[in-house]
């Protein structure tokens, strides 16, 4: 589904990533893990048209998307959940998940997807009308989880989902993601949190000062004592 080969991107004159390369398939559950500025997220950024690699390609469902804008990137069916959730506060819950159907055509009918998005966080329903804003922490990654998924994505890219809840809603969170799993649709999880990412991923690959350093099963890289002393605290 995804080949990113050999991306280069530069913030003015910082190196950010060198020669990334990594592949995704359909129905994969991949982890990008590393620590703080690894270039997780620039890699993110690079996927959903923010950046700009100077160099690379990234080949998506066999077409060359890194030259291409966000919005057409969106319209191609990949979706971004943004590190820090970027939810609109002052707009109700309802008012988040439809703004994630904006690419849709009007004629499209969201309330299928929305009562979709309920049935996976129930707390989102009993919560529409009130101000994203005056949501728990753990909610507002629901809701911008959910909201990705309103544009019925092919590829989810969740940015550092779990970052800073509390451990019982970074249970939660990750339940949620083994669910879009289990609904068929493809993810690249970043995350801090190696140990949660790898029990649920298909693949990994760790990031070391914007360099691919290691990459295999998820399985084999938890069991790996290089991840264990880095990572996994072990
Ligand atoms: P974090 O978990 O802290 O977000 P990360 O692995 O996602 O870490 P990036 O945010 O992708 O790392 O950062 C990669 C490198 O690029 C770091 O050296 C960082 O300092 C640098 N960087 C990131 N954003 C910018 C920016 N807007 N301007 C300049 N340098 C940046």
Do not use: C
């Not at 890194?66 to 820090?84: C, D, F, N, R, T």
């Not at 929305?114 to 009993?126: A, C, D």
Request: proline share 3%; net charge neutral.
């Amino acid at each position: 589904m995804l080949s990113v080969q050999n991306i280069n991107v530069y913030y003015d004159k910082i190196h950010a990533l060198k020669d990334i390369s990594f592949e995704v398939e359909q129905g994969e559950l991949v982890a990008i893990l590393g620590a703080n500025g690894a270039g997780k997220t620039t890699t993110l950024r690079a996927l959903s048209g923010l950046l700009k690699p100077t160099s690379g390609s990234i080949q998506y469902l066999g077409e060359d998307i890194s030259k291409q804008e966000a919005h057409k990137i969106v319209s191609l069916g990949i979706s971004h959940s943004p590190e820090g959730r970027q939810i609109f506060s002052r707009l109700s819950v309802y008012e988040n998940l439809q703004i994630g159907a904006y690419i849709r055509k009007k004629s499209d009918n969201i309330h299928k997807e929305i009562e979709w998005i309920y049935s996976l966080f129930p707390v989102l329903k009993e919560r529409e009308s009130l101000p994203a804003g005056a949501l728990s922490g753990g909610e507002q990654q629901m809701l911008a989880i959910g909201r990705a998924l309103m544009s019925k994505p092919k590829l989810v890219l969740l940015d550092e989902p779990s970052l800073g809840l509390a451990p019982l809603l970074v249970e939660k969170i990750f339940e949620v993601i083994q669910t879009l799993k289990d609904n068929k649709i493809t993810v690249l999880l970043v995350e801090q949190n190696a140990y949660e990412a790898l029990k649920i991923a298909d693949r990994a690959y760790v990031l070391e000062t914007g360099r691919v350093k290691l990459h295999g099963e998820a399985k084999d890289l938890l069991a790996n004592q290089e991840v264990q002393k880095a990572y996994l605290g072990g």
